[in-house]
């Protein structure tokens, strides 16, 4: 089982990768840079071996990287969208550093033009910034559907797929708090839920998971995290969630709202699911 949370990235990746350990974690996710800004931090190439290295010993699974909230693929505004096309390019380039790992993205929102218009935006960038020889896989994140987010359902995911030329770089990360909220029964359907996905996107496409429970009810497209069993979700759906095939040997990263204990105890409940299946 891997298993982690979203950890501060401005100490360095020996850090986070500290960090991790500290929290019972072997896998982590963070923020390529300010997630609510552009700049992004120098990269320490003495800190990324030294990290490695710890990634290795202690055989972490893939880290779930992540996109700043400010990068807006099919942003109505040209300025918006040529920052978030460079942000886009860079931050492939600085993934390269950690070879092998996942890159998360918001698919964006299309601020009123319209989703058709927003999945060929989107598409197009991801035709000129993906490259062959890059070692990350990018993912497009399942959205709640909130405004005007593109990816609320599974067919505006695979449209945007569709289109990308190198399909081999790009996947789906499977949150659940946003595929619930986005009106997906994960708690009387679970089981429907990935036929569906399976059939509409491809579970092979399905590279990792952002674990949260939900504030609201199934279809609020409301996005709003709660605790492991602590939301509408409930505790019995988000262990069968935990313990489906569908999902296995994929990255759980927790998204809920926690201080370190908090997300210490949820690391050691998701772990003890897991122990118990087996
Ligand atoms: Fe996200
Ligand atoms: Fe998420
Ligand atoms: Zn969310």
């Given at each position: 089982?891997?298993?982690?949370?979203?950890?501060?990235?401005?100490?360095?990746?020996?850090?986070?990768?500290?960090?991790?350990?500290?929290l019972?974690?072997?896998?982590?996710?963070?923020?390529?840079?300010?997630?609510?800004?552009?700049?992004a931090?120098?990269?320490?190439?003495?800190?990324?071996?030294?990290?490695?290295?710890?990634?290795e010993?202690h055989k972490?699974?893939?880290?779930?990287?992540?996109?700043?909230?400010?990068?807006?693929?099919?942003?109505?505004?040209?300025?918006?969208?040529?920052?978030?096309?460079?942000?886009?390019?860079?931050?492939?380039?600085?993934?390269?550093?950690?070879?092998?790992?996942?890159?998360?993205?918001h698919?964006?929102?299309?601020?009123?033009?319209?989703?058709?218009?927003?999945?060929?935006?989107?598409?197009?960038?991801?035709?000129?910034a993906?490259?062959?020889?890059?070692?990350?896989?990018?993912?497009?994140?399942?959205?709640?559907?909130k405004?005007?987010?593109?990816?609320?359902?599974?067919?505006?995911?695979?449209?945007?797929?569709?289109?990308?030329?190198?399909?081999?770089?790009?996947?789906?990360?499977?949150?659940?708090?946003?595929v619930?909220?986005?009106?997906?029964?994960?708690?009387?359907?679970?089981?429907e839920?990935?036929?569906?996905?399976?059939?509409?996107?491809?579970?092979?496409?399905?590279?990792?998971?952002?674990?949260?429970?939900?504030?609201n009810?199934?279809?609020?497209?409301?996005?709003?995290?709660?605790?492991?069993?602590?939301?509408?979700?409930?505790?019995?759906?988000?262990?069968?969630?935990?313990?489906?095939?569908a999902?296995?040997?994929?990255p759980?990263?927790?998204?809920?709202p926690?201080?370190?204990?908090?997300?210490k105890?949820?690391?050691?409940?998701?772990?003890e699911?897991?122990?118990?299946?087996?």
């Amino acid at each position: 089982m891997f298993i982690g949370n979203h950890l501060s990235a401005s100490g360095g990746y020996e850090a986070m990768g500290k960090a991790a350990l500290l929290l019972g974690a072997n896998t982590f996710a963070f923020f390529t840079r300010n997630p609510r800004g552009g700049k992004a931090k120098e990269i320490n190439e003495a800190d990324v071996s030294k990290f490695l290295a710890l990634k290795e010993e202690h055989k972490f699974g893939k880290l779930v990287a992540h996109a700043p909230y400010t990068m807006n693929l099919c942003a109505e505004k040209e300025n918006v969208r040529t920052f978030s096309e460079e942000v886009f390019a860079d931050d492939l380039i600085r993934m390269e550093y950690t070879p092998g790992n996942y890159y998360n993205f918001h698919p964006g929102s299309h601020v009123g033009q319209g989703a058709e218009a927003g999945i060929e935006m989107i598409s197009k960038v991801l035709n000129q910034a993906l490259k062959p020889d890059q070692s990350t896989i990018v993912l497009l994140e399942t959205m709640a559907g909130k405004g005007s987010e593109v990816g609320r359902s599974f067919e505006e995911l695979r449209e945007i797929i569709d289109r990308v030329e190198l399909k081999e770089k790009v996947g789906v990360c499977f949150d659940t708090c946003h595929v619930w909220d986005g009106g997906y029964d994960i708690v009387n359907r679970l089981d429907e839920v990935f036929t569906e996905f399976d059939r509409i996107i491809g579970l092979d496409r399905l590279y990792a998971v952002h674990f949260n429970d939900s504030m609201n009810e199934c279809g609020s497209h409301k996005d709003r995290h709660a605790k492991i069993g602590e939301g509408c979700i409930g505790m019995e759906a988000m262990r069968r969630v935990a313990l489906h095939p569908a999902l296995a040997g994929r990255p759980f990263i927790l998204e809920t709202p926690n201080d370190d204990e908090g997300y210490k105890k949820e690391i050691a409940l998701v772990r003890e699911w897991a122990e118990e299946e087996n």
